[in-house]
C-alpha cells in the first residue's frame, strides 16, 4: 500500500516578494515565472494582511512572530507597532535571555544627504568579525556606565537589557534602511517620546567610534565608516508553539521563535530537492508528518537596494530551485498542499494549493496583481 502523503504541507515564506505597484517598474508587471504563476493562478486565498504606512516592524517578521504566538492575531498585527522578537534572535544566536526585556542593537552606518540622515542596509557593510568585536569593546564600557547589560554573542549584533533604557519602540533595519531615519529612531513605547537614554548612548558611541583607526581603514578600503547604533525588536521571552515540525531560515527571529517552540532549525537548502528526506518525502519515497516551514530572502537585498534587475534574477532563480520542483511534487501527490506567504514593506499575502487546485483553470491571479 503507498503511503498517504497528503498531511505533508510545504510552506515557503518569501520576504520582499511584492514591491509596490508604484516603486516596480513596467517590466515587474510582466514578469513570466510558469511555475509560480500557476501556483499564484490556481491557489486559494488564506488571508491578505493590509499593514501601514509607518508600521516599525516588516511583515514577514510580524507574520512569524504570529504564527509561533509571539504577537496577537492578524487583525491586532496589522496594527502592531513592534514584534518583541530580540530574545529568540539572542537565543538563536546562541545566547540565554532568561526572562529579562532585551533590545537587539547593530552597528551601522548612517549616510549624511542633504538635511537628514539615512540608514544603510547592514548587510551592505561588509563588516569584518574583528572590526565588529573591536568597536564592540569600545562601546561596552560606555554602555555599562549606564547601568545596561550588554551581550555579544555574535560580532555584529548584540543586545542589551537595563531598566535605563525603559519600554523602547524601534525600528527593524531593514524597515528603515534607505530611508531618511527621523521618524524610525526610538522612541517611549507608552509617551512616544524620543528615548533620551538611548540618544544618551548612542552619542557616546558614535563620539568613541568617530576617526577611530577601524573606521578609518574601512574608509581607505571605500567602506562606509560603522558611526551608529541601531536598536529594535525590545520585549521579554514568552512561551511560545510551532505550527511547523521543521523549519529552515537564515533569519535570527524565525531560528529563534523555532528553537524556543522546541523545533530544530536550520538554514534552508539551496533548493527543494536538496530538502532533508524528512521534510521533503519525494526524495525519501515516503511521507514525513507534519509541515515544513522554508523562508527564502533572495528578494531582500534587491528590494532594499530598489535593484529591480537583480529582483527579477532571484525571481528567476527561485523559479528554478524551489517553485518549479515544488509544483511538481505537489501535481506528482508527494506533498500535500503548497503554501505560498509572499510579504513586501508593510502587507502579507497567504495562497494555499492542493493537488485539486491545480486543476481549477479558471481561476486567474498574477503576480503583479499582488503588489502592494
Not at 493590509?50 to 491586532?76: C, I, K, S
Not at 527621523?182 to 558611541?205: C, F, Y
Not at 529594535?232 to 510551532?242: C, K, W
Not at 530537492?273 to 534587491?302: C, D, I, M, S, W
Amino acid at each position: 500500500m503507498p503511503p498517504i502523503m497528503h498531511a505533508n504541507r510545504l510552506h515557503l515564506l518569501l520576504p520582499f516578494a511584492l514591491p509596490t505597484a508604484a516603486d516596480a517598474p513596467s517590466e515587474l508587471h510582466s514578469l513570466r515565472a510558469p511555475a509560480l504563476d500557476k501556483l499564484l493562478a490556481r491557489a486559494t486565498l488564506v488571508e491578505r494582511v493590509a499593514g501601514e504606512d509607518f508600521q516599525r516592524t516588516l511583515p514577514h517578521e510580524r507574520w512569524v512572530a504570529r504564527q509561533f504566538g509571539a504577537l496577537a492575531d492578524a487583525a491586532a498585527s496589522s496594527a502592531a507597532d513592534e514584534a518583541p522578537l530580540a530574545p529568540y534572535m539572542m537565543l538563536a544566536d546562541g545566547a540565554d535571555p532568561g526572562e529579562a526585556v532585551w533590545a537587539c542593537v547593530e552597528p551601522v552606518h548612517l549616510r549624511v544627504a542633504h538635511d537628514h540622515l539615512i540608514l544603510l542596509d547592514p548587510a551592505s557593510l561588509e563588516l569584518q568579525d574583528e572590526e565588529a568585536f573591536a568597536l564592540f569593546d569600545i562601546a561596552r564600557p560606555l554602555v555599562e556606565e549606564l547601568g545596561i547589560r550588554i551581550e555579544a554573542p555574535r560580532p555584529g549584533r548584540w543586545y542589551v537589557s537595563g531598566e535605563a533604557l525603559g519600554s523602547l519602540a524601534g525600528a527593524s533595519p531593514l524597515r528603515a534602511s534607505g530611508r531618511s531615519v527621523e521618524i524610525w529612531l526610538p522612541h517611549d513605547a507608552r509617551t512616544g517620546q524620543r528615548s533620551r537614554a538611548w540618544m544618551k548612548l548612542q552619542n557616546e558611541v558614535q563620539m568613541a567610534w568617530f576617526e577611530h583607526p577601524i573606521n578609518e581603514a574601512r574608509e581607505a578600503r571605500g567602506l562606509p565608516a560603522i558611526n551608529s547604533l541601531w536598536l529594535h525588536a525590545q520585549g521579554a521571552r514568552q512561551s511560545v508553539r510551532s505550527p511547523f515540525a521543521r523549519v529552515f531560515s537564515n533569519a535570527a527571529a524565525t531560528r529563534g521563535l523555532a528553537l524556543a517552540a522546541g523545533v530544530a532549525a536550520s538554514a534552508p537548502p539551496s533548493s527543494y530537492e536538496r530538502l532533508p528526506a524528512a521534510a521533503n518525502p519525494a526524495a525519501a519515497g515516503l511521507a514525513g508528518g507534519g509541515a515544513t516551514l522554508v523562508e527564502l530572502e533572495a528578494f531582500a537585498a534587491p528590494f532594499i537596494a530598489q535593484d529591480w534587475p537583480g529582483w527579477s534574477h532571484a525571481l528567476t532563480e527561485l523559479e528554478q530551485a524551489w517553485f518549479a520542483p515544488a509544483l511538481a511534487a505537489l501535481e506528482g501527490g508527494d506533498i500535500g498542499s503548497l503554501v505560498l506567504t509572499l510579504c513586501g514593506d508593510t502587507a502579507s499575502v497567504t495562497l494555499a494549493a492542493g493537488r485539486g487546485d491545480l486543476r481549477r483553470f479558471w481561476r486567474r491571479r498574477v503576480l503583479a496583481s499582488l503588489f502592494e
